[in-house]
C-alpha cells in the first residue's frame, strides 16, 4: 500500500496563529487525498477532499476560509488552521486513495492551541 | 445517507481465545467496506476490505471478515487474540464519492 508522512507529528502553537500540516505520499503519486480530524476517543471526521490541481471539496459545517488545502503536487497537501483557536485543537489525519479503493493514512499531526 | 455502526465500544478478550468485533451499515447499492486499527497517537492501518466476491475476506495479522448482505453486517474475526491486538478498530463503508465513513470505533483489550 501507499505510504504516508505527515509534518509535524505534534505542534503547539498560541491562539490566533496559523498552523500549516503538510502530507506527502511517499511512493505513490495521489491524485486524491483526504483530511480529516479526530476528537479524543472519537471516530474520524471527513473535513475535506483534496484534489491535485483543484479546489477542495469541503464537508458540510467545515469552514473553508479557516481550513486552507492546498495540493499543489501529486505528492503533497498542505492543511493550514488559520487564526487557531483552543477548539481547534485536535487530531488531524489525512489519507490518501490507494488503487484497490481503500484509503492510506499518514500517522496524525496532534494540534494544540494554547 | 450511509452509515456504520459499532454496537461495542469495547470488547475483552483472554489471549488465545478467539475475538469478534462487530459492525453493521447502511448503505445504498453494493456496499465496499472496510476494517481498519488504530494504535495510540498514530494514524490507521488497513486490514481488509470487502469490494465483492467471497463473503469471507482474510486480511493482516491474521483477522478476516464475513460479510453478510441479508444482516448487512461486516464483523471483524480471529480465531486467536494476541496481547498485541489491543488497538481501536474501525469499521468503514465508502460511497460513490471515495467517501469514507467511519463507525465510532471499537477498543478491543486482550488480556493474559
Known amino acids: 500500500g501507499a505510504v504516508v508522512s505527515q509534518h509535524p507529528s505534534w505542534v503547539i502553537c498560541k491562539s490566533g496563529t496559523s498552523v500549516k500540516i503538510e502530507c506527502r505520499s511517499l511512493d505513490f503519486q495521489a491524485t486524491t487525498m483526504f483530511w480529516y480530524r479526530q476528537f479524543p476517543k472519537q471516530s474520524l471526521m471527513l473535513m475535506a477532499t483534496s484534489n491535485e490541481g483543484s479546489k477542495a471539496t469541503y464537508e458540510q459545517g467545515v469552514e473553508k476560509d479557516k481550513f486552507l488545502i492546498n495540493h499543489a503536487s501529486l505528492t503533497l497537501s498542505t492543511l493550514t488552521v488559520t487564526s487557531a483557536h483552543p477548539e481547534d485543537s485536535s487530531f488531524y489525519i489525512c489519507s490518501v486513495d490507494g488503487l484497490g479503493n481503500e484509503q492510506f493514512f499518514g500517522p496524525g499531526t496532534r494540534l494544540t492551541v494554547l | 445517507a450511509q452509515s456504520v455502526a459499532q454496537p461495542e465500544d469495547q470488547v475483552n478478550v483472554a489471549e488465545g481465545n478467539p475475538l469478534t468485533v462487530k459492525c453493521t451499515y447502511s448503505v445504498s447499492g453494493n456496499p465496499y467496506l472496510f476494517w481498519y486499527v488504530q494504535y495510540p497517537n498514530r494514524g490507521l492501518q488497513f486490514l481488509l476490505k470487502y469490494i465483492t466476491g467471497d463473503n469471507l475476506v482474510k486480511g493482516s495479522y491474521g483477522f478476516e471478515a464475513e460479510f453478510n448482505k441479508s444482516q448487512t453486517s461486516f464483523h471483524l474475526k480471529k480465531p486467536s487474540a494476541l496481547v498485541s491486538d489491543s488497538a481501536l478498530y474501525f469499521c468503514?463503508?465508502?460511497?460513490?464519492?471515495?467517501?469514507?465513513?467511519f463507525g465510532t470505533g471499537t477498543q478491543l483489550k486482550v488480556e493474559l
Open positions: 468503514a463503508v465508502r460511497d460513490a464519492r471515495n467517501k469514507l465513513t
